[in-house]
Each structure stands twice: as structure tokens, then as C-alpha cells.
């Protein structure tokens, strides 16, 4: 499975933004994708998954009511809608792909700035 992120950039703190994960190769109807965000000196951290056969969604706690996952089967690309972005928002966001229960596959990454 290849993923593709994209939609990175710099906003202003309120603004939104929507970023994008083409998925191509070996996909299944079985797999989730996710998103997860890292800064410098930190963990990797969740932010959203979807299923992709029946479209259940899970947000970390900071993110739940802002950030929005969706996807779309027939270009096999998941989105995920940002929301009244935070100056804490700041990080690479990365897409990742699941098989059998682990986050197995992972984008190159997209650097969202929120700004004052």
C-alpha cells in the first residue's frame, strides 16, 4: 500500500484546512486509515480513523468535534477536515493504512502552521 498526504500549509489560528491520503496498491475493504501528527521531539500521536467498509470514525479527545474523517471508496482516498485550527494544531499530520491490527503503512507527511 502506497499513501499519499497532501494538503499541508500555513494558516491562521480559527482558519481551516483539508488535508488528503491517496492510498494505491494493495488496498482492502478491511483496512483502516488513519491520521496521526508529530512535532519535533515528540511522539507520533492519533488523530482520527476510519474503517473503510463501514466508515466508523474514532477522534482523539483534543480533535473530537473540529476534525472531521471521511473518505471516499471510489478514488480510495481519506480526508480529513480541520476545523477551527489551534496554534496546538501545529505538526506534521501523516496518513497511515492498518493490516491486521497495526498501522502498517505510512504516508511522507504534510506540515500544517497554524499561526497567531
Known amino acids: 500500500v502506497q499513501l499519499q498526504a497532501s494538503g499541508g500549509g500555513l494558516v491562521q489560528a480559527g482558519d481551516s484546512l483539508k488535508l488528503s491520503c491517496a492510498a494505491s496498491g494493495r488496498t482492502y475493504s478491511n483496512n483502516n486509515m488513519g491520521w496521526f501528527r508529530q512535532n519535533p521531539g515528540e511522539e507520533r500521536e492519533f488523530v482520527a480513523s476510519?474503517?473503510?467498509?463501514?466508515?466508523?470514525?474514532s477522534y482523539a479527545d483534543s480533535v473530537k468535534g473540529r476534525f472531521t474523517i471521511s473518505k471516499d471508496n471510489a478514488k480510495n482516498t481519506v480526508y480529513l477536515q480541520m476545523n477551527s485550527l489551534k496554534l496546538e494544531d501545529t505538526a506534521v499530520y501523516y496518513c497511515?493504512?492498518?493490516?491486521?491490527?497495526?498501522?502498517?503503512?505510512w504516508g511522507q507527511g504534510t506540515l500544517v502552521t497554524v499561526s497567531s
Open positions: 497511515a493504512a492498518s493490516e491486521s491490527g497495526i498501522w502498517r503503512y
Open positions: 476510519i474503517t473503510w467498509r463501514s466508515g466508523t470514525t
